[in-house]
């Protein structure tokens, strides 16, 4: 068994100075901690994988391809491979759980 708790991930997440945790990788999936502070933009790309974003805390929208949601504590998301996805209108700190199948490299 593997367990993983928030505030550790985050501890963590902070110490090496990234807006990215991966914290788990097996062979069908990854699981990593995403942070964006209010105000701030995310860089991301379209991923190679499919993705479910879990939003752990915050609020914000979120653009997955040409559709457009409100997200905060609760919202689950999924972005199929290769479509282009991002938060933005970050208005609440996110923290989002993000899984990758099959595992992002």
């Not at 991966?22 to 790309?45: C, H, I, K, T, W």
């Not at 993705?51 to 998301?77: H, Q």
């Amino acid at each position: 068994m593997k367990e993983f708790r928030l505030d550790q991930l985050e501890a963590e997440r902070i110490a090496n100075d990234g807006a990215y945790l991966r914290f788990l990788r097996e062979r069908n999936m990854s699981v990593g901690l995403y942070a964006l502070n209010a105000g701030q933009s995310d860089p991301q790309r379209p991923q190679r994988q499919d993705v479910v974003n879990f939003v752990v805390s915050g609020r914000a929208s979120m653009t997955v391809g040409e559709e457009t949601t409100m997200v905060a504590r609760g919202s689950v998301v999924y972005v199929p491979a290769g479509v282009q996805a991002r938060f933005h209108h970050i208005t609440e700190d996110l923290r989002v759980l993000i899984m990758f199948s099959p595992p992002e490299g």
